[in-house]
């Protein structure tokens, strides 16, 4: 096994917010993101799933340091990025790069898609000449399935899906070496969709990207991924093997996460919905429930579920889980998803 | 240049940081402290300041008010037009420092037994500013002109004693009509309709003043502008610069240019009164048109021998409609009201401006005329407040049935001021309920006209000429300004023999006589006579106070600074 | 076809000019007419004899509709008549003399608002809720409120007479006499400026195209300048059509305090004195002026946001 590009270590971010007025002011602290850890391989693929709200776009924007973070690391080949100064973390931005959840509004409305491609090559190599920019710009489009010849055109003028397309060739024109996908597809439409899907795999294979994706239900990430993280509340709930992940999934909330996947037929669909696995919404970020944060929405729960946290722990088979009833429970899948 | 003003300026462009700052030196911020102490003023023999004590340079800077609507003498109305003209313009009459009139173009002049016929015997030694010779005809053209109907002047009504003038003006005969005719190149003669004491004040004044037929010819409606304006005073236009400056030069060619000190005249117009103190205290201006009311007392304290006042020939009072409920044949309701205002208090506590409490409607000091002075003005005020309380009940009022009225007024904040102290007199002594009401100056004036919702209005009257006449005529029947419907046989009566009298001691008498009759009718509410107020550098000497307000700059000049490093800063 | 567009906006725009002129024309002269008075009313009474010569030599005689053509084919050729109170002048004369002074001073104000403006306003969203945005917000509040004739004096008195750094008033083109009268129009546009900036760059930043440029490793201050200040500015630009046209079209209090002869005086005083030329021909070079800014603020604001550019027809 190869040495991991991207190492996290305990990754927490804490957002601070404010209430009432001057003089009584009150600080609450919202954890987004509660120590998170993983490893990432190169050319690898770790598909990261959550409701909304888990912390999963928080834990992306960390990786690239675009949030403060408040705890723990983050080493880009080596190199801890965390504590870099703004500077020589911009410098990082020709390694790591993202692509963003809506295509639309990520792109600068009153620039052309030629000039939103090309603009980190005028950051980052302001003497390149602008011919060979524009011929690497050109190159991208067609690399991301767009028309060359549409160069000129302004966001407006492009669909969601071609947007998303102008997004990640912008992405990737700087040759990174990790590209993280922060909800790439949820914006779109569902064909659309598996085109944007199946362009990152390709485009993955053939520049040999470690890739970070992120969706909010398992049948996205399924088809790309290599491992899968789920995330509950800021804190990694189980991280799998894809193969074991969808086959039996080692956690209730993946468990919950897997039937709550969208089901063609609206037959099955009701059904699925009836036994929905899932009770209630997620509490409020501010008050955390004591012992598996889960518990309150978990079906399967006993009594140390209430007052015991459950440590993310190794299992035999490699996988990850944060589940005192781990090896107890069988949630294995019956009905073979689709997809 | 000296280095504190590098870094004052270097400060001032970082703080626009727009402008590129010029090197030019400016000739403002001379601290007034240092500018205002002259040296002692030295006199000649022949009474001339020595020219030891002079400033060498002989400028003055003169806040002016306004913007003149025209250096077109025969269209000029207004004030702010009126000094610049005296200085560009000199009529057959001209005034002194003190206001007295002294001899202008004419040497001298006689007068006919029936005091309707005047010959003036011009001086021959004088000339245009453009050199060409000045004569009698260039008078009988430029009168002409000031009467013509084509020139559609309204300052023409000035001229309005001339023989003939009214028919010219309605177009009924031609200008060869008007009473004026040529007895040689250096002589003319004036005929009037009728006796009129005050002509030749009025021969002073800017509609009276000779234009140049040549340059009206040349250029038309264009002939006062900069460059073109031909003038026989003692001062030339330089430059005029539209509501910014205007620029005189003293004119060599002047009969007595060897007298005038004075080199040059800026006549600054200003819409705003604390503006021009400001620009006073930061040594921009050498005198102000005006000072604002509010700023009296401050200014008493601060600047003490800068400050000036003086009496004006002007009053201000209230005036009653007459046709009208509650006033029409009320004389007791009148005399009640005008019986309880305290003038002391309006004029120490409201206007401030050391104006005079006034009893009648003359203000003194106008031509050596006495105003009438009723009995009460002898009374204190509570002897006055009691008649007034015993009058107003005569009329038929009380607590009960107290009196509610309206006083007008054109919109100010001084007249405000007073009226809303008449107001709460009012209240005070008698119980009336007043509401005030404003108006915008030609509403107001409207109203005042049509006699029908005016009830207790602002009046006030500010002479035209050096002469109570002009007070009086008001309230003839059918006047135009006659805004009070007052109508009195007796009280016309005496100003037809007014009119006509020769005799001077004889035409005072009547016109205390008709003022008399006026105030016993009690158709105004007199409350002060005007005072001029204003800022003088003192250095700046030649100049004396008078009731018209008119100060010619010929007889101007500074003197030097005490203080010898100012004076070396005089270029 | 762009440009195509943006020359049909605009010929149209400028033909819609006319019927509005005509309309506010009408109403101008109709209403100064219904105003009590008349130019030749003062205290002091006019004989009945020079009263008939004045209306005749102005055409007051005559009914008013036929002086409300006589205007409108007096004002086609562009002559404003001359004016009833500046009797030397006509009112062309006066409006190009008068004109120069004020768009002189209110473009240089708008210049040092808009720059001063936006660059604070930027500066308080970049430093959003700190104390460096409470204390400029706070002071900018302070710019609006105070209204410019108490500042004003304020100024003169400081800068002027007790400091004598600059003249009190009056004008001749030096700088010196621009400085105060400019601050003092500028500040509460500075102010006003700095929070709409504020404002509109606080949601700009938050933007996810605002994101996107900083993951594409932007400096911050590229950021700013290339991404976010052009659609920050924008309702800006939008407030500047109107305010600049009321700049440069002279502000009377201005005028007044520092004495400066610029436009926006003739327009009271011409109302105050029933100057039926003079208020008629500021009015319609104010209504031209307005009209005008309006429209170039239209293609500015086309310029700054592609997407409407197309939607002009």
Same mark, same amino acid.
């Given at each position: 096994?190869?040495?991991?590009?991207?190492r996290v270590q305990d990754l927490a971010v804490t957002f601070s917010s404010y209430t009432g007025g001057l003089?009584?002011?009150?600080?609450?602290?919202?954890?987004?993101?509660?120590?998170?850890?993983?490893?990432?391989?190169?050319?690898?693929?770790?598909?990261?799933?959550?409701?909304?709200?888990?912390?999963?776009?928080?834990?992306?924007?960390?990786?690239?340091?675009?949030?403060?973070?408040?705890?723990?690391?983050?080493?880009?080949?080596?190199?801890?990025?965390?504590?870099?100064?703004?500077?020589?973390?911009?410098?990082?931005?020709?390694?790591?790069?993202?692509?963003?959840?809506?295509?639309?509004?990520?792109?600068?409305?009153?620039?052309?898609?030629?000039?939103?491609?090309?603009?980190?090559?005028?950051?980052?190599?302001?003497?390149?000449?602008?011919?060979?920019?524009?011929?690497?710009?050109?190159?991208?489009?067609?690399?991301?399935?767009?028309?060359?010849?549409?160069?000129?055109?302004?966001?407006?003028?492009?669909?969601?899906?071609?947007?998303?397309?102008?997004?990640?060739?912008?992405?990737?024109?700087?040759?990174?070496?990790?590209?993280?996908?922060?909800?790439?597809?949820?914006?779109?439409?569902?064909?659309i969709q598996a085109q944007i899907i199946n362009l990152l795999k390709d485009l993955q294979k053939k520049l040999?990207?470690?890739?970070?994706?992120?969706?909010?239900?398992?049948?996205?990430?399924?088809?790309?991924?290599?491992?899968?993280?789920?995330?509950?509340?800021?804190?990694?709930?189980?991280?799998?093997?894809?193969?074991?992940?969808?086959?039996?999934?080692?956690?209730?909330?993946?468990?919950?996460?897997?039937?709550?996947? /969208?089901?063609?037929? /609206?037959?099955?669909?009701?059904?699925?919905?009836?036994?929905?696995?899932?009770?209630?919404?997620?509490?409020?970020?501010?008050?955390? /429930?004591?012992?598996?944060?889960?518990?309150?929405?978990?079906?399967?729960?006993?009594?140390?579920?209430?007052?015991?946290? /459950?440590?993310?722990?190794?299992?035999?088979?490699?996988?990850?889980?944060?589940?005192?009833?781990?090896?107890?429970?069988?949630?294995?899948?019956?009905?073979?998803?689709?997809? | 240049?000296?280095?504190?003003?590098?870094?004052?300026?270097?400060?001032?462009?970082?703080?626009?940081?727009? !402008?590129?700052?010029?090197?030019?030196?400016?000739?403002?911020?001379?601290?007034l402290e240092q500018r205002s102490h002259p040296v002692d003023l030295v006199l000649l023999e022949d009474g001339?300041?020595?020219?030891?004590?002079?400033?060498?340079?002989?400028?003055?800077?003169?806040?002016?008010?306004?913007?003149? +609507?025209?250096?077109?003498?025969?269209?000029?109305?207004?004030?702010?037009?009126?000094?610049?003209?005296?200085?560009?313009?000199?009529?057959?009459?001209?005034?002194?420092?003190?206001?007295?009139?002294?001899?202008?173009?004419?040497?001298?002049?006689?007068?006919?037994?029936?005091?309707?016929?005047?010959?003036?015997?011009?001086?021959?030694?004088?000339?245009?500013?453009?050199?060409?010779?000045?004569?009698?005809?260039?008078?009988?053209?430029?009168?002409?002109?000031?009467?013509?109907?084509?020139?559609?002047?309204?300052?023409?009504?000035?001229?309005?004693?001339?023989?003939?003038?009214?028919?010219?003006?309605?177009?009924?005969?031609?200008?060869?009509?008007?009473?004026?005719?040529?007895?040689?190149?250096?002589?003319?003669?004036?005929?009037?309709?009728?006796?009129?004491?005050?002509?030749?004040?009025?021969?002073?004044?800017?509609?009276?003043?000779?234009?140049?037929?040549?340059?009206?010819?040349?250029?038309?409606?264009?002939?006062?502008?900069?460059?073109?304006? !031909?003038?026989?005073?003692?001062?030339?236009?330089?430059?005029?610069?539209?509501?910014?400056?205007?620029?005189?030069?003293?004119?060599?060619?002047?009969?007595?240019?060897?007298?005038?000190?004075?080199?040059?005249?800026?006549?600054?117009?200003?819409?705003?009164?604390?503006?021009?103190?400001?620009?006073?205290?930061?040594? +921009?201006?050498?005198?102000?048109?005006?000072?604002?009311?509010?700023?009296?007392?401050?200014?008493?304290?601060?600047?003490?021998?800068?400050?000036?006042?003086?009496?004006?020939?002007?009053?201000?009072?209230?005036?009653?409609?007459?046709?009208?409920?509650?006033?029409?044949?009320?004389?007791?309701?009148?005399?009640?009201?005008?019986?309880?205002?305290?003038?002391?208090?309006?004029?120490?506590?409201?206007?401030?401006?050391?104006?005079?409490?006034?009893?009648?409607?003359?203000?003194?000091?106008?031509?050596?005329? !006495?105003?009438?002075?009723?009995?009460?003005?002898?009374?204190?005020?509570?002897?006055?407040?009691?008649?007034?309380?015993?009058?107003?009940?005569?009329?038929?009022?009380?607590?009960?049935?107290?009196?509610?009225?309206?006083?007008?007024?054109?919109?100010?904040?001084?007249?405000?001021?007073?009226?809303?102290?008449?107001?709460?007199?009012?209240?005070?002594?008698?119980?009336?309920?007043?509401?005030?009401?404003?108006? +915008?100056?030609?509403?107001?004036?409207?109203?005042?006209?049509?006699?029908?919702?005016?009830?207790?209005?602002?009046?006030?009257?500010?002479?035209?000429?050096?002469?109570?006449?002009?007070?009086?005529?008001?309230?003839?029947?059918?006047?135009?300004?006659?805004?009070?419907?007052?109508?009195?046989?007796?009280?016309?009566?005496?100003?037809?023999? !007014?009119?006509?009298?020769?005799?001077?001691?004889?035409?005072?008498?009547?016109?205390?006589?008709?003022?008399?009759?006026?105030?016993?009718?009690?158709?105004?509410?007199?409350?002060?006579?005007?005072?001029?107020?204003?800022?003088?550098?003192?250095?700046?000497?030649?100049?004396?106070?008078?009731?018209?307000?008119?100060?010619?700059?010929?007889?101007?000049?500074?003197?030097?600074?005490?203080?010898?490093?100012?004076?070396?800063?005089?270029? | 076809?762009?440009?195509?567009?943006?020359?049909?906006?605009?010929?149209?725009?400028?033909?819609?000019?006319?019927?509005?002129?005509?309309?506010?024309?009408?109403?101008?002269?109709?209403?100064?007419?219904?105003?009590?008075?008349?130019?030749?009313?003062?205290?002091?009474?006019?004989?009945?004899?020079?009263?008939?010569?004045?209306?005749?030599?102005?055409?007051?005689?005559?009914?008013?509709?036929?002086?409300?053509?006589?205007?409108?084919?007096?004002?086609?050729?562009?002559?404003?008549?001359?004016?009833?109170?500046?009797?030397?002048?006509?009112?062309?004369?006066?409006?190009?003399?008068?004109?120069?002074?004020?768009?002189?001073?209110?473009?240089?104000?708008?210049?040092?608002?808009?720059?001063?403006?936006?660059?604070?306003?930027?500066?308080?969203?970049?430093?959003?809720?700190?104390?460096?945005?409470?204390?400029?917000?706070?002071?900018?509040?302070?710019?609006?409120?105070?209204?410019?004739?108490?500042?004003?004096?304020?100024?003169?008195?400081?800068?002027?007479?007790?400091?004598?750094?600059?003249?009190?008033?009056?004008?001749?083109?030096?700088?010196?006499?621009?400085?105060?009268?400019?601050?003092?129009?500028?500040?509460?546009?500075?102010?006003?400026?700095?929070?709409?900036?504020?404002?509109?760059?606080?949601?700009?930043?938050?933007?996810?195209?605002?994101?996107?440029?900083?993951?594409?490793?932007?400096?911050?201050?590229?950021?700013?300048?290339?991404?976010?200040?052009?659609?920050?500015?924008?309702?800006?630009?939008?407030?500047?059509?109107?305010?600049?046209?009321?700049?440069?079209?002279?502000?009377?209090?201005?005028?007044?305090?520092?004495?400066?002869?610029?436009?926006?005086?003739?327009?009271?005083?011409?109302?105050?004195?029933?100057?039926?030329?003079?208020?008629?021909?500021?009015?319609?070079?104010?209504?031209?002026?307005?009209?005008?800014?309006?429209?170039?603020?239209?293609?500015?604001?086309?310029?700054?946001?592609?997407?409407?550019?197309?939607?002009?027809?």
């Amino acid at each position: 096994m190869s040495k991991p590009v991207l190492r996290v270590q305990d990754l927490a971010v804490t957002f601070s917010s404010y209430t009432g007025g001057l003089l009584n002011r009150h600080e609450r602290q919202l954890r987004a993101v509660d120590g998170i850890s993983f490893d990432l391989d190169p050319g690898e693929t770790l598909g990261i799933v959550g409701e909304s709200g888990s912390g999963k776009s928080t834990l992306a924007r960390a990786i690239l340091g675009l949030v403060k973070v408040s705890r723990g690391r983050v080493m880009w080949r080596g190199e801890e990025l965390t504590g870099l100064d703004e500077e020589a973390l911009r410098q990082k931005r020709k390694e790591i790069q993202i692509v963003f959840q809506d295509p639309v509004a990520s792109l600068n409305p009153r620039m052309t898609a030629g000039d939103i491609i090309a603009e980190p090559l005028w950051t980052f190599y302001p003497n390149m000449e602008r011919l060979q920019v524009e011929e690497r710009t050109r190159g991208m489009m067609k690399m991301v399935g767009l028309l060359p010849n549409q160069i000129n055109r302004y966001p407006h003028e492009f669909s969601g899906g071609q947007c998303q397309r102008i997004g990640i060739a912008r992405s990737l024109v700087l040759n990174p070496k990790l590209l993280v996908c922060d909800e790439p597809v949820s914006a779109l439409d569902v064909s659309i969709q598996a085109q944007i899907i199946n362009l990152l795999k390709d485009l993955q294979k053939k520049l040999g990207l470690a890739l970070i994706f992120i969706a909010h239900d398992l049948s996205v990430v399924r088809h790309i991924s290599d491992r899968v993280m789920v995330m509950y509340m800021g804190q990694a709930m189980e991280v799998a093997e894809k193969a074991s992940l969808y086959r039996r999934p080692l956690h209730p909330y993946t468990n919950a996460l897997m039937k709550s996947v /969208p089901v063609p037929d /609206p037959k099955l669909a009701a059904a699925a919905r009836q036994e929905s696995w899932l009770k209630g919404d997620m509490p409020s970020p501010y008050q955390r /429930p004591k012992g598996c944060i889960f518990h309150n929405r978990c079906p399967l729960r006993v009594k140390r579920c209430e007052a015991d946290v /459950p440590a993310l722990r190794r299992l035999e088979n490699g996988d990850w889980v944060a589940c005192h009833r781990a090896e107890e429970l069988d949630l294995s899948i019956q009905v073979p998803a689709s997809g | 240049m000296t280095p504190t003003l590098h870094i004052k300026q270097l400060l001032v462009c970082s703080l626009l940081g727009l !402008v590129a700052c010029s090197d030019q030196e400016s000739d403002f911020g001379r601290p007034l402290e240092q500018r205002s102490h002259p040296v002692d003023l030295v006199l000649l023999e022949d009474g001339r300041p020595d020219p030891s004590v002079l400033a060498a340079d002989q400028v003055v800077r003169r806040g002016n008010g306004e913007e003149p +609507e025209t250096l077109d003498p025969h269209h000029a109305l207004g004030v702010p037009a009126s000094h610049i003209l005296r200085d560009l313009f000199e009529g057959l009459t001209a005034e002194s420092p003190d206001g007295e009139l002294i001899p202008g173009a004419a040497l001298r002049w006689n007068i006919s037994r029936d005091a309707r016929t005047y010959t003036f015997y011009l001086r021959r030694d004088m000339t245009w500013s453009n050199g060409d010779p000045l004569n009698a005809e260039d008078f009988v053209y430029s009168l002409q002109r000031a009467l013509d109907p084509a020139t559609a002047s309204s300052a023409a009504r000035i001229l309005l004693p001339i023989q003939n003038a009214r028919e010219v003006l309605a177009g009924e005969l031609p200008v060869e009509e008007l009473g004026f005719s040529l007895l040689d190149e250096f002589t003319m003669q004036i005929t009037l309709t009728g006796p009129t004491p005050y002509f030749l004040g009025l021969l002073a004044s800017p509609v009276a003043y000779p234009v140049n037929r040549k340059n009206v010819e040349e250029f038309g409606d264009q002939f006062s502008k900069t460059g073109n304006l !031909v003038s026989n005073g003692a001062y030339v236009l330089k430059e005029w610069k539209p509501r910014v400056s205007i620029e005189l030069e003293k004119d060599p060619n002047f009969r007595e240019a060897g007298q005038v000190l004075m080199e040059r005249v800026f006549y600054i117009p200003s819409e705003d009164a604390s503006t021009e103190v400001k620009q006073f205290r930061s040594g +921009e201006l050498d005198w102000t048109n005006e000072v604002p009311n509010n700023q009296f007392k401050w200014l008493q304290k601060h600047y003490p021998d800068e400050l000036v006042t003086s009496p004006w020939m002007g009053s201000y009072f209230l005036g009653f409609n007459l046709t009208q409920e509650p006033f029409i044949d009320n004389p007791s309701l009148r005399m009640a009201l005008t019986l309880a205002i305290d003038r002391q208090i309006i004029t120490d506590k409201v206007t401030q401006f050391g104006e005079q409490p006034s009893f009648a409607l003359v203000p003194p000091g106008i031509d050596g005329y !006495v105003p009438f002075s009723p009995e009460y003005a002898d009374w204190t005020q509570e002897e006055r407040d009691h008649e007034a309380l015993r009058l107003y009940e005569q009329a038929g009022y009380s607590d009960e049935n107290p009196l509610r009225i309206e006083i007008r007024f054109n919109t100010s904040d001084n007249n405000k001021k007073i009226a809303l102290a008449i107001a709460s007199m009012w209240k005070q002594a008698l119980g009336v309920n007043v509401t005030l009401v404003n108006e +915008e100056f030609r509403v107001f004036l409207q109203n005042r006209e049509q006699k029908v919702i005016t009830q207790v209005f602002r009046a006030g009257w500010i002479s035209d000429y050096n002469d109570p006449y002009s007070f009086l005529e008001l309230f003839r029947t059918g006047h135009g300004r006659n805004d009070y419907g007052y109508s009195n046989p007796s009280f016309d009566a005496l100003l037809d023999e !007014v009119g006509t009298e020769r005799v001077r001691a004889r035409r005072e008498r009547l016109m205390f006589e008709a003022e008399r009759v006026l105030m016993s009718d009690h158709v105004i509410v007199p409350v002060f006579t005007y005072v001029t107020k204003r800022l003088v550098n003192p250095r700046l000497k030649g100049w004396q106070n008078n009731v018209m307000d008119h100060h010619p700059s010929r007889f101007m000049f500074m003197l030097k600074s005490r203080n010898p490093d100012i004076q070396g800063e005089q270029q | 076809m762009r440009q195509e567009g943006l020359l049909r906006h605009a010929t149209t725009r400028l033909l819609g000019l006319v019927p509005t002129l005509l309309i506010l024309i009408t109403i101008a002269f109709f209403l100064i007419r219904m105003a009590p008075g008349g130019p030749f009313d003062g205290e002091k009474v006019l004989p009945p004899e020079i009263r008939a010569n004045l209306d005749a030599n102005y055409h007051l005689d005559e009914p008013l509709l036929q002086q409300y053509f006589r205007y409108l084919g007096q004002i086609i050729t562009g002559d404003f008549g001359p004016s009833f109170q500046y009797k030397d002048w006509t009112v062309n004369e006066l409006i190009a003399q008068g004109f120069p002074v004020s768009a002189t001073i209110g473009g240089l104000a708008m210049l040092l608002a808009f720059v001063l403006g936006t660059l604070i306003g930027t500066l308080a969203a970049l430093r959003q809720n700190s104390a460096v945005d409470y204390s400029v917000m706070g002071v900018a509040m302070l710019g609006i409120s105070i209204p410019n004739f108490v500042v004003a004096p304020l100024l003169i008195l400081v800068v002027a007479v007790y400091a004598g750094w600059l003249p009190a008033g009056g004008w001749d083109w030096s700088w010196q006499r621009m400085v105060l009268p400019v601050i003092t129009l500028a500040l509460p546009v500075i102010a006003y400026i700095a929070r709409l900036t504020r404002g509109s760059m606080i949601e700009v930043l938050h933007s996810n195209y605002i994101r996107t440029a900083r993951a594409k490793g932007l400096p911050e201050l590229l950021v700013i300048r290339r991404h976010a200040l052009k659609p920050a500015i924008l309702p800006v630009i939008s407030y500047m059509g109107p305010a600049t046209a009321a700049l440069i079209t002279g502000s009377v209090v201005i005028e007044r305090i520092y004495s400066i002869p610029g436009l926006g005086s003739y327009f009271v005083q011409g109302a105050l004195n029933r100057d039926y030329t003079l208020v008629m021909g500021v009015v319609v070079f104010y209504g031209v002026v307005i009209v005008v800014l309006n429209f170039i603020v239209d293609l500015l604001y086309a310029w700054l946001n592609p997407r409407i550019r197309y939607d002009v027809t």
